[in-house]
T-cell receptor, first 113, second 118 residues
């Protein structure tokens, strides 16, 4: 089955700096890669996603890049703000696999003032 | 956006009792829902895929007789934890797939149910 690795497990940045979280996946057939933000005790919320026919996608301060050859994808947050502090999860979905999501282990992002 | 609700939000029960958790899609019909379990400071682990009108598909290692799933309508799936024990204490989250025109369909999550078994 699919295996998703995520790094780093914790990330601390100063307000206004950029944050980058990286994920790798194992199954080359995976073709959908969402990113979720989860605040403590709350539901995961989709913040951005990318499909395998696209190399990069941007939504205001958030961007995701995908390298299919290397099987890795990254989340980029620019101009970080304290409200960006949360746990971020990457995930991968396998075509023909019932659209099941396999999640990474999560990254605790802390944006310090 | 798509809204998924869960009930109850938290439940405390005695060991040996059964607990039912409901997952509803409020503004769309979901032929497929997913049930996850999340232990503290860990990732989401898929337990099963719930398909409307058919049997659920369980992930390896998940006991289907312990975690009963029923998806009787296009807007409701239920997870029943039978004979709950303290080790079943966790955060249970459902998600629903929003039908779309793409090959992959976005999943939206419910708010989760925190289960504590004493």
């Amino acid at each position: 089955g699919e295996n998703v690795e995520q790094h780093p497990s914790t990330l601390s940045v100063q307000e206004g700096d950029s944050a980058v979280i990286k994920c790798t996946y194992s199954d080359s057939a995976s073709n959908y890669f969402p990113w979720y933000k989860q605040e403590l005790g709350k539901r995961p919320q989709l913040i951005i996603d990318i499909r395998s026919n696209v190399g990069e996608k941007k939504d205001q301060r958030i961007a995701v890049t995908l390298n299919k050859t290397a099987k890795h994808f990254s989340l980029h947050i620019t101009e970080t703000q304290p409200e960006d502090s949360a746990v971020y999860f990457c995930a991968a979905s396998l075509r023909g696999g019932g659209n099941k999501l396999t999640f990474g282990t999560g990254t605790q992002l802390k944006v310090e003032l | 956006g798509a809204v998924v609700s869960q009930h109850p939000s938290r439940v405390i029960c005695k060991s040996g009792t059964s607990v039912k958790i409901e997952c509803r899609s409020l503004d769309f019909q979901a032929t497929t829902m997913f049930w996850y379990r999340q232990f503290p400071k860990q990732s989401l682990m898929l337990m099963a895929t719930s398909n409307e009108g058919s049997k659920a598909t369980y992930e390896q290692g998940v006991e289907k007789d312990k975690f009963l799933i029923n998806h009787a309508s296009l807007t409701l799936s239920t997870l029943t934890v039978t004979s709950a024990h303290p080790e079943d204490s966790s955060f249970y989250i459902c998600s629903a797939r929003v039908p779309g025109t793409g090959i992959q369909e976005t999943q939206y999550f419910g708010p989760g149910t925190r289960l504590l078994v004493l």
